[in-house]
């Protein structure tokens, strides 16, 4: 089989290329008369999301699972979103020159169709981007906003007033949605109600919990790496207390792809809602 192949194994199997897989789910579509929520990791078997970065400190995506044929299906998912949850600590990490765009889709010519995908849609060129924080201690690089793209920011009311004042003067309303914490469902109204139906979290895994636990995740991709890394302390796609009842997420959808990582290999799931 084609490197640019992969084996469907769920709901069918059949052979299908990488280069539009995701795109075939076709999630505005599922968006199109309420919100719509979803969220991607890629994991190791052993579940590790992100491992000790002994050079900055901090923790960051394990080396051994990234790779370059996930990354083309994350594109995937976010060309197609109206809005891309992030947190402060990317912000922290982009002004850093720590972080890349979200969106690399104008940085690299391998994603030309992504780009004429989302024109062809008539949408903005980029997402906006909506950052979730109680602590708001982060800024709001100017390249973030280039091209008419908004960000916009979420809190408690943990958060200090005067920070709040200094982010509204500088890219407009900052929204508070919680008591001690920023609450999924209020979260989702909230962008619901300024215009956003299709939302993508490229966040962490206390994003995930704060979604799951208030039951507005429709969809979990996961992309796991056939590989075991080990590593303490580690970070897993759910961060947080012990979910009230259990979120049932069906598979969906499951795809074997043996080419990444020098034949180590791969499987894309999809899971969520039916």
Not at 104 to 114: C, E, G, S
Request: charged fraction near 20%.
């Amino acid at each position: 089989m084609s490197a640019s192949y992969v084996t469907q194994l769920f709901p069918a199997q059949e052979i299908r290329p990488l280069e539009g897989l995701y795109l075939a789910h076709e999630l505005r579509r599922a968006a199109a008369d309420q919100p719509f929520v979803y969220a991607n990791f890629v994991t190791s078997l052993d579940g590790r999301i992100a491992v000790p970065d002994p050079m900055k400190g901090g923790m960051k995506a394990p080396p051994n699972v990234t790779n370059a044929r996930d990354w083309r299906l994350f594109q995937e998912l976010a060309i197609q979103a109206d809005l891309i949850i992030t947190t402060g600590r990317y912000l922290r990490d982009y002004a850093a020159g720590k972080a890349q765009e979200i969106l690399r889709v104008y940085d690299d010519p391998r994603f030309a169709d992504l780009v004429a995908w989302r024109a062809g849609q008539g949408l903005s060129p980029q997402p906006d981007l909506v950052v979730v924080s109680s602590t708001l201690d982060f800024p709001v690089p100017d390249a973030l906003t280039h091209g008419g793209r908004h960000v916009i920011i979420v809190t408690d009311h943990r958060a200090d007033a005067a920070r709040i004042h200094a982010l509204e003067a500088q890219v407009g309303r900052v929204y508070v949605a919680g008591e001690e914490r920023v609450g999924g469902d209020v979260f989702v109204r909230l962008m619901a109600d300024l215009g956003y139906r299709l939302i993508y979290s490229a966040a962490g895994p206390k994003i995930a919990h704060m979604l799951l636990e208030d039951g507005v995740l429709d969809r979990l991709y996961l992309t796991q790496v056939c590989r075991v890394l080990g590593a303490t302390p580690f970070s897993s796609i759910v961060d947080g207390p012990l979910l009230d009842a259990p979120v049932d997420l069906p598979l969906l959808s499951l795809a074997y792809d043996p080419h990444a990582l020098d034949g180590v290999g791969q499987l894309f799931g999809c899971y969520g809602r039916r």
